[in-house]
Each structure stands twice: as structure tokens, then as C-alpha cells.
């Protein structure tokens, strides 16, 4: 329970437009965005170490949630 993890939102492209926030391997992402089922993944300690953008929203709902010092050590 309340695992979380990155998933992968594409450009038209074919590249990784952004990283959102998922809960437990949910398709659906914090913000409510639908992901699709065969994007890329990665754990949320890659949260702040990704080469493309991470959805801001995500960002605001996922320090709420998640305690600040695990979370801290990035920035
Ligand atoms: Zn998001």
C-alpha cells in the first residue's frame, strides 16, 4: 500500500514529454491524468533526478503525501 512510482506521459513524438506521480502502479496518476499502460516507470526515487519535465501538479500532491524527509535530500 501506498507504493508510489513514476510514469511516463508521451509526446506525439514518441519521447517523454513529462514524469507524473502514480500510487500502487495506477494508470491513473495523482493528478488525474490517464497514462498509457505500456509507459516507462520508475521508482519515486528518481523523483527530481529525471532529464525531462516532472508535472508540477503531481510534484504539489506528492510532498503532501509523502513525509518531507525522505523527500528533502534532492533539492
Ligand atoms: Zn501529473
Known amino acids: 500500500m501506498n507504493v508510489y512510482?513514476?510514469?511516463a506521459e508521451y509526446a506525439g513524438s514518441g519521447t517523454i514529454k513529462a514524469w507524473?506521480?502514480?500510487k500502487d502502479g495506477a494508470?491513473?496518476?495523482l493528478c488525474g491524468r490517464?497514462?498509457?499502460e505500456d509507459a516507462a516507470?520508475?521508482?519515486d526515487a528518481g523523483w527530481a533526478h529525471t532529464k525531462e519535465p516532472i508535472c508540477h501538479t503531481c510534484g504539489a500532491l506528492y510532498l503532501r503525501q509523502?513525509?518531507?524527509d525522505s523527500m528533502m535530500s534532492g533539492t
Open 34 to 36: 490517464e497514462l498509457r
Open 20 to 22: 507524473h506521480m502514480m
Open 66 to 68: 509523502v513525509p518531507y
Open 5 to 7: 512510482g513514476m510514469r
Open 41 to 43: 516507470i520508475m521508482t
Open 27 to 29: 494508470l491513473t496518476a
